[in-house]
C-alpha cells in the first residue's frame, strides 16, 4: 500500500505565497515522477508542475516564473513554493506519484486526497 498525503493548502491575499507539501509512503521500492494538480469548481483537472527524480521540471505557462517545484528523493516529498498568488490560482491542488512498489519495473500512479488553497482579498 502507498499513502499520499498533501498539505499546505490555505486561504492567502492576492500576492501572497504558499508552499504545499506532499509525502508518499509504505512500500515504496522507488519514485519516478511527482507532480502537482490543480482542480478549479467546474474545471477539468490541470497539471500545475511536475517533476522527475533526476530533478528535470515542467510547468503549465501560467504558473512559470511564479511557482517552483522540487523535491526530497530521501524523504519521498515534493513541494510546490507558489508567490504572486492571483485569485485564479484558487483550486483544489493534488499531488500524485509514480511508484514503483518492487523491483518489477512496473509503476503505478498514487494520488492524495488534495488540498485547498483560495486567493482572496
Known amino acids: 500500500q502507498v499513502q499520499v498525503v498533501e498539505s499546505g493548502g490555505d486561504l492567502v491575499q492576492p500576492g501572497g505565497s504558499l508552499r504545499l507539501s506532499c509525502v508518499a509512503s509504505g512500500s515504496i521500492f522507488s519514485i519516478d515522477v511527482m507532480g502537482w494538480y490543480r482542480q478549479a469548481p467546474g474545471k477539468p483537472r490541470e497539471l500545475v508542475a511536475t517533476?522527475?527524480?533526476?530533478?528535470?521540471?515542467n510547468y503549465m505557462n501560467s504558473v512559470k516564473g511564479r511557482f517552483t517545484i522540487s523535491r526530497d528523493n530521501a524523504k519521498n516529498t515534493v513541494y510546490l513554493q507558489m508567490n504572486s498568488l492571483q485569485p485564479e490560482d484558487t483550486a483544489v491542488y493534488y499531488c500524485?506519484?509514480?511508484?514503483?512498489?518492487?523491483?518489477?519495473?512496473?509503476?503505478?500512479?498514487?494520488w492524495g486526497q488534495g488540498t485547498q488553497v483560495t486567493v482572496s482579498s
Open positions: 517533476i522527475t527524480s533526476g530533478g528535470r521540471t
Open positions: 500524485n506519484a509514480d511508484v514503483q512498489t518492487d523491483d518489477s519495473g512496473r509503476y503505478y500512479r498514487y
